[in-house]
């Protein structure tokens, strides 16, 4: 069952970063503190570039640590009682490979 959860396509994408990010009041600094990303990757992202899975997996927890939801082709949202898969990604093995 682990692996089909880990095989599913992650619902948060560049389109969502701007607007998320407008909707729980931070800058791109602020968004770059919370998720360990780099200021750099998150400009790049909003203008369209695709970065590495697991960068986008510690952007959409920041994110939903704030109780949004990301669903494909929808704008953000905010989920009653919703809070990230992983509270601290920076425990995350596969961490290191953020950009």
Same mark, same amino acid.
């Given at each position: 069952m682990e692996w089909l959860i880990a095989s599913l396509p992650l619902q948060f994408g560049s389109e969502h970063c701007e607007i998320a990010r407008s909707m729980v009041g931070w800058s791109v600094e602020a968004l770059a503190f919370r998720s360990g990303v780099s200021p750099g990757a998150i400009r790049r992202l909003e203008r369209g570039a695709e970065l590495l899975p697991v960068t986008m997996q510690a952007l959409a927890y920041a994110f939903e640590a704030e109780g949004l939801?990301?669903?494909? $082709?929808? $704008?953000?949202?905010?989920?009653?009682?919703?809070?990230g898969a992983t509270p601290d990604p920076r425990t995350r093995d596969d961490y290191h490979f953020v950009e």
């Open positions: 939801v990301f669903f494909a $082709a929808n $704008a953000p949202m905010r989920g009653d009682n919703c809070s």
